[in-house]
């Protein structure tokens, strides 16, 4: 069967190439899957994707592809996952992602000024990343603590509760001097 379209495009070179990861990833990704029976691999995905996103930042199709093959499953039951859930990033970020909660409860307690605080102290747009590449800034969705509003989270990992704009200020430089250090290092 031809893979070239109308044009003479080669479909083939549009379809990713599984990722290749090193052996302590493999290793990372075995652990994941022995903790269900061998016959529901596909259970450790949630895991193996976030294991992916630690070391590259972001998953992309060619992850996907490599975690359906591993985990086998289908490809588009990968993409389901990583698209459902907003902790996967499916482009590359800024180093630090930070989550505003903006739910109502949140937005009774100055969820959406924090919001617009960070959005002006950072000159950067929600969804947007800043030029420097340190900062990503995202709404997002109940993190489970209400009564702390307003909270944040950064890399989907490190909550932050009553933010209020100095403790803002606090963490924004916080996590500038960790990235210039890590730029450094
Ligand atoms: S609504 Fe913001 S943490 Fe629940």
Redesign the pocket.
Known sequence: MSTTDKKGLDLKSLEPVPSEFSGEVLARFAVEVAKYPSDQKQSAVMACLSIVQQINGFVDASDELFLSKYLEMSPMAVHEVSTFYNMYNLEPLGKFKINV???????LRG?LNALDYLCDKLGTAVGETTKDGIFTLQP???????A??P?LLVNDRNMCSFMSMEKIDQLIDGLKQVAVKGDHS
């Open positions: 909660c903006t739910n109502l409860p949140c937005q969820g997002g969705e109940c993190m489970g603590a209400c702390d509003a909270v």
